[in-house]
């Protein structure tokens, strides 16, 4: 009996982390060749979208090495499917501060930041929608960026 509600417990606790934690509903990150991004390479990335109803939070994701020379990245983001027009909107994150500290995640000489691009953004159709993010720097190719991605997380 007290092995059954130790494992009752422990399915209980983790079902908890479980449902609280935040699962992304599309995650994928692309390598950026030789750590040298130039305009011409625009990853895409193509989501699926079987709900439109969902309501989600859309985030971009850039990696980095130490040796990157700015402060912070440009970007532009481009989205097209059903019932949307194609479009582009510029954004730029932070990646550093005024005192040159990194900012985000790092992992030894890389460095990882994430951009809330939509919040709580509603599809307006099922089906096939593409996002493809280009860089949008004065220098080409811009050197030291490592990877780029996308992550869309369903809101609960």
């Given at each position: 009996?007290?092995?059954?509600?130790?494992?009752?417990?422990?399915?209980?606790?983790?079902?908890?982390?479980?449902?609280?934690?935040?699962?992304?509903?599309?995650?994928?990150?692309?390598?950026?060749?030789?750590?040298?991004?130039?305009?011409?390479?625009?990853?895409?990335?193509?989501?699926?979208?079987?709900?439109?109803?969902?309501?989600?939070?859309?985030?971009?994701?850039?990696?980095?090495?130490?040796?990157?020379r700015y402060a912070n990245l440009f970007f532009l983001l481009h989205e097209?499917?059903?019932?949307?027009?194609?479009?582009?909107?510029?954004?730029?994150?932070?990646?550093?501060?005024?005192?040159?500290?990194?900012?985000?995640?790092?992992?030894?000489?890389r460095y990882a930041n994430k951009l809330l691009v939509k919040e709580n953004?509603?599809?307006?159709?099922?089906?096939?929608?593409?996002?493809?993010i280009e860089q949008n720097m004065r220098e080409n190719p811009l050197r030291?960026?490592?990877?780029?991605?996308?992550?869309?997380?369903?809101?609960?």
């Amino acid at each position: 009996m007290k092995n059954i509600s130790a494992l009752i417990l422990l399915l209980g606790a983790l079902f908890f982390v479980y449902a609280c934690g935040d699962r992304a509903y599309y995650e994928h990150n692309e390598s950026i060749a030789n750590h040298s991004w130039s305009y011409s390479d625009v990853p895409k990335f193509d989501v699926h979208v079987t709900d439109p109803s969902i309501r989600y939070d859309i985030w971009v994701n850039v990696r980095h090495t130490n040796a990157y020379r700015y402060a912070n990245l440009f970007f532009l983001l481009h989205e097209k499917g059903p019932a949307v027009k194609d479009t582009v909107h510029r954004y730029e994150i932070k990646l550093a501060e005024l005192d040159g500290r990194w900012t985000g995640s790092s992992a030894g000489s890389r460095y990882a930041n994430k951009l809330l691009v939509k919040e709580n953004y509603q599809f307006p159709d099922s089906g096939v929608y593409s996002f493809s993010i280009e860089q949008n720097m004065r220098e080409n190719p811009l050197r030291d960026m490592t990877d780029v991605g996308l992550t869309i997380v369903k809101k609960p």
